[in-house]
């Protein structure tokens, strides 16, 4: 996931950090102590209003306070708004230089606030930095528009567009424009006066209603955590999850003998796969799926209802039947009808499959004698079984050679030297927001440093759920500064002296947002708004989906899968199994992953005149409609802690880990026909699609990578659904 979505949506979609580079050669020891400052030397006030001297501007965390974002921020936009106003106001005629161009180099101090103040709110949040996020919610709506809905600079935006053909920009320079007004039209530049004030007030209570929901959700999803109080419910945790599970109970002040356990996004938790108490298990599935239902102050019901309904409004004010259709209109798909297709087209086969995974999960149910109808909180636990009959595989086999440093180094880096002739060297000079955080070196082939990389890997209960990749600092053609790129997860961290251990979801997880890490780190374009993972929604998944490949190569397998105790690599027939198993249960993850991106699409196919929805009666029917609604297989976000779309810059974009997994999957067709884990193949790769970010229609630039439209029948193979 790019959380970047969300960030930049409501800063600026006009501008980049425009800062000098401050490279330089890394440190190889921690740094020492300095000196102490001179009055003609102080450090300024607020860290956040200079350009960050560290290497590559790394955010200096060590001197930013929490007071700091919400003043710097809104300086930010003040500074921002004043450059904007000189370029609209310019009294020569509208050229890309004096316009366009300028507009790049603006927000300078905006840019680098509003990167690091979003990364924390989702990653390391508190009550000083939620407080500031809703005050600067509306403020920030009311800067985006005060720039897209500005008459005199839009006039000059859309000189340039209409005389673009027959200037002599390149192709570049004509993308970059294209893209801009495209973007000021889409934001409303064209509507009447009116009609722009109306907006003006939707886009306001948008941002503030969006900014409620994560709230609510992080709170709501803490306070669902289940508690346990008997040590012998939480068999079949093993040690180290009963351990973590202690050390939650305790972090929370529970006391001795107390257990909890913590929720993750989704609607499946993975400790049902693993507890063999059936009541706990319920329990905790209920948990999951009314977490913000509950009808206390985290109900995040009415806040959706609203946020559903003010889009649909937004998109009618601007000349579209639905939020769908007018979100879609500058992504690959372009229209609602062929995301619903694409994903349609598979239900009958998806539910077809689940339901044949269900029956043999119930004769395993029976043949125990165990008394009930399968549920949602028994799929993991019994399906587990299921593959142990079939497979002969044990996740709690499979977990000791799945261990989180070497994953990391040996495998997920291991992977990118081999393709991309990528090092890294782990720094511990550099100030980090949380002691967890590890930091990296990203040095290119040639010896060069490319990027910084930021590891956050462990699950807290001020972290939002999931996975995401984001940048401190963007890749910037003007002006040469390199990337800052971080990753986050949420894997469980280890009770003191244990491995943290992984299951080979994660292990994907890792591979996955790397791929966007990597999106980042090559990018290579001048201009920074349409430089990096500034790409559509359903293009930008595919780097990463694609990076996910790498996690069972045999090369790169054999280098990371190595028992945490012996160093011994796992065994063959154990390495079989799992390539044997990899369409295990591909019926229920399909089905519950489209029962998720169908239910946004429907959310979002309301028209503006609809009623206010009761939520659990507008989902239920429209699981139904889309007749993905399998009890034993619930959707993997309900509506109520569906963070992607009502928080996460994913509205009626769910469908898009479908569609980039189209391109994913052909292209590693590509790769499987010209020799696969090749340095030659990643450079093509990096040269034809990871360096480019959006400065060419992304269909044409897949297009020129592979040499013909993407195919859907490898992603069907894959899926064991054909």
């Known amino acids: 996931m790019i959380r970047s979505a969300l960030a930049v949506a409501l800063v600026v979609a006009l501008a980049a950090c425009s800062s000098p580079s401050t490279d330089t050669a890394p440190s190889q020891t921690a740094a020492p102590a300095a000196p102490a400052a001179t009055s003609e030397e102080a450090a300024p006030v607020n860290a956040l209003l200079t350009a960050s001297t560290l290497p590559m501007q790394a955010p200096p965390f060590d001197k930013i306070k929490d007071s700091d974002y919400q003043p710097a921020i809104e300086e930010g936009m003040k500074q921002h708004l004043a450059e904007i106003e000189k370029i609209a106001n310019n009294p020569d005629a509208p050229t890309f230089d004096n316009t366009m161009l300028a507009m790049e180099k603006t927000g300078e101090t905006l840019n680098r606030s509003a990167r690091i103040f979003f990364s924390l709110v989702a990653a390391n949040t508190n009550d000083t930095l939620q407080a500031a996020q809703v005050a600067l919610a509306p403020k920030m709506a009311?800067?985006?528009?005060?720039?897209?809905?500005?008459?005199?600079?839009?006039?000059?935006?859309?000189?340039?567009?209409?005389?673009?053909?027959?200037?002599?920009?390149?192709?570049?320079?004509?993308?970059?424009?294209e893209k801009t007004y495209t973007?000021?039209?889409?934001?409303?530049?064209?509507?009447?006066?009116?009609?722009?004030?109306?907006?003006?007030?939707?886009?306001?209570?948008?941002?503030?209603?969006?900014?409620?929901?994560?709230?609510?959700?992080?709170?709501?999803?803490?306070?669902?955590?289940?508690?346990?109080?008997d040590k012998a419910k939480l068999d079949g945790l093993g040690e180290g999850g009963i351990a973590a599970a202690a050390n939650a109970a305790k972090d929370k002040g529970l006391g001795d003998g107390k257990y909890l356990l913590t929720l993750q996004n989704t609607t499946q938790q993975p400790v049902l796969g693993s507890l063999t108490n059936r009541d706990l298990r319920l329990q905790v599935l209920d948990a999951s799926e009314t977490r913000s239902s509950k009808g206390d102050a985290n109900d995040t019901r009415a806040t959706i209802q609203?946020?559903?309904?003010?889009?649909?409004?937004?998109?009618?004010?601007?000349?579209?039947?639905?939020?769908?259709?007018?979100?879609?209109?500058?992504?690959?798909?372009?229209?609602?009808?062929?995301?619903?297709?694409?994903?349609?087209?598979?239900?009958?086969?998806?539910?077809?499959?689940?339901?044949?995974?269900?029956?043999k999960i119930q004769k395993v149910?029976?043949?125990?004698?165990?008394?009930?109808?399968?549920?949602?909180?028994?799929w993991d636990f019994y399906a587990d079984q299921v593959r142990k009959a079939e497979y002969d595989l044990d996740d709690a086999a499979i977990k000791p050679y799945f261990e989180l440093d070497r994953v990391l180094k040996d495998g997920v880096f291991f992977a990118a030297n081999q393709l991309y002739g990528l090092t890294f060297k782990e720094r511990h000079d550099l100030p980090v927001y949380q002691p967890d955080v590890r930091v990296f070196d990203v040095f290119d082939a040639d010896g060069k440093q490319l990027a910084l990389f930021y590891a956050d890997y462990y699950k807290r209960a001020n972290k939002s759920g999931g996975a995401w990749m984001d940048v401190f600092v963007e890749q910037d053609g003007l002006t040469g500064t390199k990337p800052v790129v971080f990753n986050v997860c949420n894997f469980t961290e280890p009770a003191e002296g244990q491995p943290a251990l992984l299951s080979f979801d994660d292990v994907t997880t890792m591979f996955h947002e790397f791929g966007h890490a990597l999106h980042g780190m090559f990018s290579d374009v001048k201009y920074p708004s349409i430089a990096g993972t500034n790409t559509s929604r359903d293009f930008v998944e595919f780097p990463s989906q694609f990076n996910e490949n790498w996690a069972l190569d045999p090369k790169v397998f054999a280098n990371y899968a190595k028992h945490y105790q012996t160093g011994e690599p796992m065994p063959q027939a154990l390495v079989d199994k799992i390539i044997k198993a990899r369409a295990f249960n591909q019926g229920y993850a399909t089905v519950e992953y489209l029962g998720a991106a169908l239910l946004d699409q429907a959310w979002h196919g309301l028209s503006a005149d609809a009623p206010l929805q009761d939520v659990d009666t507008f989902e239920a029917d429209a699981l139904k409609h889309y007749k993905v609604d399998m009890a034993q297989v619930p959707p993997r976000y309900k509506t109520p802690y569906f963070a992607h779309i009502w928080g996460g810059g994913y509205s009626a974009g769910y469908y898009a880990y479908l569609w980039s997994e189209v391109l994913d999957h052909d292209a590693f067709q590509w790769f499987k026909e010209h020799g696969g884990l090749t340095r030659e193949n990643g450079q093509t790769f990096r040269d034809e699609v990871l360096s480019r970010g959006n400065s060419e229609d992304l269909a044409k630039m897949y297009r020129e990578f592979r040499g013909k439209d993407p195919s859907v029948e490898p992603l069907l193979e894959f899926r064991g659904l054909k």
């Open 142 to 177: 009311e800067h985006a528009d005060a720039i897209h809905l500005n008459a005199k600079l839009f006039e000059r935006v859309k000189a340039i567009y209409d005389a673009r053909e027959s200037s002599d920009l390149d192709p570049v320079q004509i993308r970059l424009v």
């Open 306 to 359: 609203r946020l559903a309904q003010l889009r649909a409004q937004r998109a009618k004010l601007l000349g579209y039947p639905n939020y769908a259709s007018y979100s879609l209109a500058d992504q690959m798909a372009k229209t609602p009808e062929n995301a619903i297709k694409l994903m349609t087209d598979m239900v009958p086969a998806a539910t077809s499959r689940a339901r044949s995974e269900a029956a």
């Open 365 to 378: 149910i029976d043949a125990q004698k165990g008394g009930f109808k399968l549920t949602a909180a028994d």
């Open 183 to 229: 973007d000021f039209v889409r934001a409303g530049a064209q509507l009447s006066d009116a009609d722009k004030t109306t907006l003006r007030a939707l886009n306001k209570e948008e941002s503030t209603l969006s900014t409620e929901f994560q709230n609510k959700l992080l709170a709501g999803t803490n306070a669902a955590a289940v508690e346990v109080d």
